[in-house]
């Protein structure tokens, strides 16, 4: 099966098949015919299953090759990260048509948006808050709308969405074509589905007797002592075939810091969360997504759908709240046909909340192993090499390393306005010491310095406003002074 004997055309099918997209996915096989014809559809799959094309591509067909200028598709995501792949995967299946896709989040400033709106961009992607911001400016109309497409329903409605959902159906007009894809079908989105879709077509893709779990991502499930999860992470990080990796932590506090921790370890990690700036975290994801970095430490939130295929790993550093979380950080990896590996640990102080999650996904691991960096089991689960230590060695570290990353001199600042020795100020304790003559590129050993003349003295701290420590070129002409006087 390939996308042509699906119906669509044939500049689309070239248009993929340059980025060796040829063969259609379960959700796509039974999506993609459905659609074509207008029907509303809700399409069920699991996360990393191809729901993008699955809508995508009808819809960029629907439109047509040069299609009037003004929004006639709208693409409802939950977070921008997900805005931007979205678009990125409709502007690649386009890529041989006049269609212009936008991509409208917030975090960034409004010009570029509305200059893409404004220019005539059939095709807009974007998240709730700054859709219906830009709406209520007048800035971006809704008025022609003819395909409406809810994508990741369920994580909308986690993260609270859903009545800016509402709002943006009724910003759209009745006649539209309604589409709605989802992991799993809480009874809100099913309520939501009769209230704004016409006799939908329910598409599930997933197998019963699989499990709620993706049968291709094996799941390994440790209770880990938290002084010894980096050594842990570092050790799995040089697995056998190990590739792009994500780590979820809770906050973004810890994300911040497992990341710094990698990088000192001689990893190419990079972090991911809300404390950072769009353009930063687009630097993170970019920079991810090329491979120049190939460890992410995110956040849930900063994290779901990312749809990066070639993700071998998912370690979840500290444990999701629930199973719906759960299976939304594992999906990050196995996804697009590709097998993957899952790593949660467990703390001490979380095994009930592990109890509820493994109930739910029906796991039947309700003690997890008791783990530490030097166990056996670790290097046989995860293929790892005996003797491996959690720290690159210098002949191994990632292209760009600069020297200096992973062992700081001491006194020297790190995040925080902190030094190594843990006093503020960058300062090692012991006063002016080697530290202070950092501009000093021919630096003396401390008591080996050149005399100075009192007019040399004199001069210098005129010009340094007299602050350059004129006190002591003072004192040594008191005590010529006072010597005279002996004499």
Do not use: C
Not at 56 to 75: D, F, H, I
Not at 174 to 189: E, W
Not at 339 to 359: C, Q, S
Request: net charge neutral; aromatic share 6%.
């Amino acid at each position: 099966m390939n996308f042509a004997e699906l119906g669509i055309d044939e500049d689309i099918v070239e248009a993929l098949a340059s980025r060796g997209i040829t063969s259609p996915f379960p959700i796509q096989e039974e999506a993609i015919p459905v659609a074509l014809t207008g029907q509303d559809v809700i399409g069920q799959a699991k996360t990393g299953t191809g729901k993008t094309l699955g809508f995508g591509l009808p819809l960029l067909q629907s439109l047509g090759k040069n299609p009037e200028k003004g929004a006639k598709a709208l693409v409802v995501v939950p977070t921008r990260e997900l805005a931007i792949q979205v678009a990125d995967d409709l502007k690649l299946a386009s890529a041989n048509r006049a269609t212009m896709v936008a991509a409208i989040y917030g975090g960034k400033a409004y010009e570029e948006q509305v200059a893409e709106i404004n220019a005539g961009a059939q095709v807009i992607v974007g998240t709730p808050g700054r859709l219906i911001d830009l709406s209520k400016q007048k800035l971006l109309d809704l008025g022609n709308i003819r395909f409406m497409v809810l994508d990741e329903a369920d994580e909308m409605l986690d993260l609270g969405f859903l009545p800016d959902v509402e709002r943006l159906f009724a910003y759209t007009p009745d006649g539209r074509q309604t589409m709605l894809f989802s992991a799993t079908m809480p009874g809100t989105i099913v309520t939501m589905a009769r209230k704004y879709q016409n006799r939908p077509v329910h598409i599930r893709t997933n197998d019963p007797d699989e499990g709620q779990t993706k049968a291709d991502i094996k799941q390994f499930i440790y209770r880990a002592h938290a002084l010894d999860k980096d050594e842990v992470v570092g050790r799995i990080l040089q697995a056998e075939g190990r590739g792009k990796t994500v780590i979820f932590t809770k906050t973004k506090r810890q994300a911040s810091k497992v990341s710094e921790e990698l990088v000192d370890r001689g990893f190419n990690a990079t972090a991911l969360h809300g404390d950072m700036t769009q353009e930063a975290r687009e630097r993170s994801m970019a920079a991810f997504r090329s491979g120049k970095k190939d460890i992410l430490v995110a956040t849930e939130v900063a994290a779901r759908g990312i749809d990066v295929d070639d993700v071998t790993h998912v370690i979840n550093y500290t444990i999701p709240e629930d199973e719906k979380a759960y299976l939304h950080r594992v999906g990050r990896t196995g996804r697009a046909g590709r097998t993957g590996i899952a790593v949660t640990f467990v703390d001490w102080e979380d095994l009930t909340r592990w109890g509820h999650i493994n109930t739910a996904l029906e796991f039947g691991q309700p003690e997890p192993t008791e783990t530490y960096s030097s166990s056996a089991h670790l290097f046989a689960d995860l293929e790892i090499a005996a003797g491996t230590k959690g720290r690159i060695a210098k002949s191994k570290r990632p292209e760009g390393w600069k020297p200096g990353d992973d062992e700081k001199p001491r006194g020297s600042r790190s995040a925080g306005g902190r030094s190594n020795s843990g006093r503020p100020g960058g300062q090692s304790g012991r006063g002016h010491s080697e530290g202070s003559n950092r501009g000093d590129k021919n630096r003396r050993p401390q008591g080996d310095k050149p005399h100075k003349t009192e007019g040399e003295a004199a001069a210098k701290s005129e010009s340094h406003g007299g602050h350059e420590h004129p006190r002591p070129e003072r004192n040594r002409v008191r005590r010529r002074v006072n010597k005279s006087q002996q004499s």
